[in-house]
């Protein structure tokens, strides 16, 4: 290795330690870090790396400041893996993400996603990169979940994780939320009784419901809804929050919502 490629490398060596020690003072002084690493590890899906990254403050309205879950690709920035089609080992087959990546044409189907991967998602993801993130120490980070609610898939798809990860942290923490599109799949079972499954038309809805699940339903604006009650937080004029209400934890009753976010223009419900 010549000059240059060493020097590469202690320069590299010395941010890592750099950022080590920055972590060390903050756990010392007590302070809580941003966020932590919870896991990572290959998509069941198409066995590509990807992390779980939780983030311990949230000024979301709707859900309120619960603890935030990003799935995201270890090794693509989400606004790329999203233009690509990488965003598959993580959102799997959500109705959400489109249809047609891969192609020469448009997708046929535009993203109706209501999450904006350029802001939260892409912010974490930088985050991580900088190893701003420190992984998850049970004997010492524990304490900053234990009176805390959780809510899986703030990005990225919940069934994505270890049945034990998710578990132990349900556990840990006071409540959760969250919500699966993998539902039909064979990895994703475990998620029953944890998560909600997502539907996006009436058949979704009628063949979870035969499986057992409690469902979600995203409906088009002003139709009539065929699931549940209303999502509490989306009612007019309502003061509640997912961090005060805790329906979608999997076993409660089935919820539906009207499209909402950046990509709701683009939704059509499934058939």
Not at 8 to 31: A, E, P, Q, R, Y
Not at 89 to 105: A, D, L, P, V
Not at 144 to 156: E, P
Request: net charge positive; aromatic share 10%; with cysteine.
């Amino acid at each position: 290795m010549n000059a240059v490629g060493v020097l590469i490398l202690l320069i590299i060596d010395l941010f890592v330690l750099n950022s080590n020690i920055k972590i060390m003072k903050s756990t010392i002084k007590g302070k809580a870090p941003r966020g932590f690493i919870l896991w990572e590890g290959l998509s069941p899906l198409d066995g590509s790396p990807i992390v779980c990254i939780a983030t311990m403050k949230s000024v979301n309205r709707k859900t309120g400041n619960m603890i935030q879950t990003f799935i995201l690709r270890q090794d693509i920035n989400p606004v790329a893996a999203l233009k690509s089609g990488d965003d598959l080992s993580i959102c799997g087959n959500c109705y959400h993400r489109g249809s047609g990546f891969g192609e020469t044409t448009k997708p046929r189907r535009k993203r109706s996603c209501y999450v904006n991967v350029g802001q939260a998602p892409n912010k974490v993801w930088d985050a991580y990169a900088r190893l701003v993130y420190p992984e998850y120490n049970a004997n010492v980070h524990s304490k900053y979940f234990k009176t805390r609610k959780i809510r899986w898939g703030t990005y990225g798809d919940g069934a994505m994780l270890p049945a034990e990860l998710v578990t132990y942290f349900n556990n840990l923490c006071i409540s959760h939320t969250g919500y699966t599109h993998q539902w039909r799949e064979s990895f994703a079972q475990w998620c029953k009784g944890v998560f909600m499954a997502s539907c996006d038309g009436l058949q979704d809805y009628i063949e979870a419901s035969a499986h057992g699940w409690k469902t979600f339903a995203v409906v088009a604006k002003k139709s009539v809804a065929f699931s549940g009650k209303q999502c509490p937080a989306t009612v007019d004029n309502s003061q509640a929050q997912c961090i005060t209400c805790s329906l979608c934890n999997g076993t409660k009753t089935d919820i539906f919502v009207e499209v909402h976010g950046t990509g709701a223009s683009n939704f059509v419900a499934a058939v």
